[in-house]
C-alpha cells in the first residue's frame, strides 16, 4: 500500500548549507524565524569546512567588509584554538585562516544553539510550485522522499537547484558554456614554517607578489613581510619561464597549473592547505563528469606533495594530513535576477543605495592550462551587492545567496568566494525572516532601509569601509 510522504515545515527552508547556507540560517534564526537547513553532503559547512582560506572577508586595504555569522564561527574557532589569523599574501589579498576541524565543531555548535533543525545527506530533487511562489521541495533522504515546505525559499545550493528545477533563468559559464576548472583542495602538516618562510623571503622570483598597485612595494619587499608575519601565505608561481614549478610543468613531473597557493591551518601542527590542483571542462552540475575528475585530481594531489618535497625548503619531512571532502567547483550556473551585479562596478568599487552585503576580492577566473585573469578592485576598495541580484526574476518567495546571484561573468568571478557567500548568506536569512515578519512571504515587499538597518545591526557590514 501506497504511504504519503512525510511532510516538514519551516518559516524559512535554506536549501545548501555551504558558507552561504549557514549565514543564512543563522541570520533567519536571529530575526525571529524557524529554519531547516537541507545539506546534500555528509557534513554541513561546505568549503567552510574544506580547508581553504576565507577569502573576502576583508578588502585589498585590509578593512573588514563581513561581519555577523562569520564572527559568530570566528568566535567558537578562537575558543577552540582553531584562529589562525588575517595574513595579507604580498600579493592581491587578505585571507581569513582557520582550522577546518575546528570550524567542523563550531559550524555544527552555531546552528544547534539556534536550534536550526539540520539535515545531512539530503538532495532535493523537484519543487513544489504555486504561482509565482515556490511552495517546498521534495528531497531524497535515508527514509526516503519526504516534503519539506517554507514560507520563504533560500537557495544557497551554489548550482541555483531550486531555481532550476523551478523553471527560472539561468546562465552558466562565458557565452560559449566554458565553466571554471574544478580542484581539491589538500594540506599538509610538519612543514618546517621557519625554513619554508627563509626560502620566501630569499627568493622572491619563485612567488606571485606584489599584483595589486595600492601595495606600493617591490616583490622583494613583499617576500619580507610575509616572512616577519610568520603566516606562510603565498602563491607559488607556474607562469614565468625559468622558475621551479614552471620548469616542473615543462618537464612533465607537474601538471600545468597557474600556481601552488598556500596557507596556514594550524600553527599548532605546522599545518599549511593547498590549492593548486586542477581540471577544466568539467561541469559541476553533472555527478558522473565530478566522479571522473576525482581520480585525476587525487593524482595530482600526489604530485604535487612528490614536487614540494623535492623542491622546496621546509617540506622534507612534511606529510599528508588532510583532503577536502568534496571536489571544490568554481562556477556553474547564475540566476537572472532583478538586478545584475555588472563587472565594471565591482572593478570600481561602486556602492550602491540597495547595497546589502559588500564584496572586495579581485576578478579572479581560472581557465585551462596555466591561464588565469586576475584583476584588482580599484583603490584595493571594496564594492556593493545589490539586493536584487539575490532575487530571482519570476519568484515572489526565493532568494539566493552564494555564487549563484545574478551577476557579470567576471563580476562573479571576484563574488564568488566564501567571506561574499557569507555576507550575500546574512543578507538573504534577513530579507527571509522580514518576508515571513511581513505576512505576505515576498522578498520584493521587504523594505530595503529597513534590511540594511538589520544588517548593520546584527554586525554586517554595509557601510563605513573604502
Known sequence: MAQSIPRHHADVLVVGG???????SIAARENGASVLLLERGSAVGGELIGGLPFLGTANALGQPIVGGPLDILLDKCRDL????GRPFDGRLMYGTMVDPEAMKLAVVEALAERRIRTLVGTSVDDVVIEGREVRGVIAHTKGGPTLFTGDVIVDSSGDADVVTRAGGEVLKGDEKGTLQPVTLVFRMSHVEFPVLLEFIRDNPDE????????????????????HASGHPFAMMQGER?????SDAIEAGSMYQTTGIWMWPTSMQRQELGFNTTRISGVDGTDSFAIADALSQLTTQVQQAMTFLRRNVPG????????????????????IKGDAVLQTEDVLAGKKHPDGIARGGHHVDIHGAGTYQKRVPVRGGM?????????????????????????????ANGSARVIGTAMAMGQAAGTAAAMAVAEGSGSLRAVPVVALRESIDEQGGVISGTN
Not at 241 to 245: N, T, V
Not at 382 to 398: E, Q, R
Open 315 to 334: 617540506f622534507k619531512g612534511a606529510h599528508l594530513s588532510g583532503v577536502a571532502p568534496r571536489v571544490g567547483v568554481r562556477e556553474t550556473r547564475r
Open 207 to 226: 612567488f606571485t607578489l606584489a599584483e595589486n598597485p595600492v601595495i606600493e612595494k617591490t616583490p622583494a619587499e613583499c617576500a619580507a613581510d610575509i
Open 81 to 84: 584554538d582553531g584562529y589562525v
Open 382 to 410: 571594496s564594492y556593493d551587492i545589490p539586493y536584487g541580484t539575490l532575487i530571482p526574476a519570476g519568484f515572489d518567495n526565493v532568494v539566493v545567496a552564494g555564487r549563484c546571484l545574478s551577476s557579470e561573468r567576471d
Open 18 to 24: 555551504g558558507a552561504g547556507g549557514v549565514a543564512a
Open 241 to 245: 619561464p625559468g622558475s621551479l614549478l
